[in-house]
Structure formats: C-alpha cells, structure tokens
C-alpha cells in the first residue's frame, strides 16, 4: 500500500528566505505525487503534481518541486518565500492499483516570520 | 454548482447520536473521496468512490462509520453513536474519473464537535 511521509510538521522561515519542504513516498510502482496547501480559512487547492514526464515540475504562487525516484522524496521548494506563503502544505501519493485512492501525509505547518 | 459543496459546515451533537454529513461534487465527476482532518494528523483517507464500483472502505475507522452515494452523485457519510474521538474537520473531494494524476477539488469541509 502507498505510504506518505512528512516528517517535519512545523518550519519557521524568514520572509524572502528559501523553502525546502520534505515528503518521502513509499510505492513500488511509479506513483502520481502531489502537493497541496490549505491556507487559513481556506479549503485545499492543489499547487503542482507530477505524473511523468521532466521530473522537475512547477506550480502556482513560485512553488517547483522535484521528483527524485532513487530517494522516494517529492519535495517541495521556493526561492523567496512570502507572508502570504505561510499555510499547511500536504503532500499526496496516488497510484492506478491499490485502489485509485489518493493518500495524503500529516502535513507540514509553515510559519512566516518578518 | 461550481464547487464541491459540503454541509452542514459546523455541527455539534452529543456523544452517542448519530450524525449525517452531505457532499455534493461537482457535477459529472465520477470519483468521490471522503477525509478526516484532525489536529495533527494530516489528512485520513476514509472512503473512496469511483462511478458503479464497489467503494474502497478500507479507511473507515470503524463499523460505526459508513457511507453511501446515491445516483452516483450525492455522498451522504453516517457516523453511528458519535464519540468525542471522532470531532474533527470531514472533508468530501471529487475528481472527473479514473485517471489518478488528476487533481482533487475539495470543499470547505464539515466541522464536527462532539460533547
């Protein structure tokens, strides 16, 4: 069965400062991999996936994250990180067998600091 | 409508009722997802529909939940003699069909408080 695993569940950035935001995927086949942010007061809205393909992806608000097959990590980054960033960012594993069902990590909270 | 829409958006009931949460997806999306968000725990998946096939429920907590989707729209999730474990935030999501790289479209989600 596909796992996910964030294993930091708070980081505190400065504004402007870079973003490394960690997920390992555990799945024996090629998995479809996302990530997700929910903002406060805010339902989930996906910011990139990868599902083939260049194994560095972009996504909305500055977001890229890259696929590293040989460490099962999909992590999460950004160059200049800003107050509006700060959010709970999940990261998400689906496959085509094992069920079809999306599986999400415990989050990582991201705080911003000025 | 445009979106997932969930309700109702708060409910409070005592511990041992019985509680009903509704999910209305977006129209013509075949897979049907419901998720419990609790502090600290991230995102638990519970049950997954997709189109005529049988429901994967292999995340439903226990036998005092279940779930069902009627004309393969309307999902309705039921939680029998409600315990104060079970307050959290039930998340319902949609996706268009069977291609798994797609991306879910969530609602607000129903937040559940049990006494």
């Known amino acids: 069965a596909q796992s996910v695993t964030q294993p930091d569940i708070h980081i505190t950035v400065s504004e402007g400062a870079s973003l490394e935001l960690r997920c390992n995927y555990s799945?024996?086949?090629?998995?479809?991999l996302f990530w997700y942010v929910q903002s406060p007061g805010q339902g989930l809205q996906l910011l990139l996936k990868?599902?083939?393909?260049?194994?560095l992806v972009q996504g909305i608000k500055g977001f890229e994250a890259e696929f590293k097959r040989s460490q099962s990590s999909f992590n999460l980054r950004k160059p200049s990180v800003h107050w509006s960033d700060a959010a709970e960012y999940f990261c998400?594993?689906?496959?085509?067998?094992?069920?079809?069902?999306?599986?999400f990590g415990a989050g990582t909270r991201l705080f911003v600091k000025a | 409508g445009a979106g997932v829409s969930q309700s109702p958006s708060n409910k409070v009931t005592e511990k041992g009722k019985d509680v009903e949460l509704r999910c209305d997806p977006i129209?013509?999306?075949?897979?049907l997802y419901w998720y419990r968000q609790s502090l600290g725990q991230g995102l638990e998946f519970l049950i997954y529909?997709?189109?005529?096939?049988?429901?994967?429920k292999s995340g439903l907590p226990s036998d005092r939940f279940s779930a069902e989707r009627t004309g393969g729209s309307v999902s309705t999730l039921t939680i029998q003699r409600t315990q104060q474990e079970d307050s959290a935030v039930y998340l319902c999501?949609?996706?268009?069909?069977?291609?798994?790289?797609?991306?879910?479209?969530f609602g607000s989600g129903t937040q559940l408080s049990v006494l």
């Open positions: 529909f997709q189109g005529n096939s049988a429901p994967d």
């Open positions: 998400a594993v689906a496959a085509d067998t094992g069920g079809f069902k999306t599986i």
């Open positions: 999501a949609s996706r268009t069909g069977t291609a798994t790289n797609e991306k879910l479209f």
């Open positions: 990868y599902f083939s393909g260049d194994t």
């Open positions: 799945y024996g086949a090629t998995p479809y």
């Open positions: 129209s013509g999306h075949t897979a």
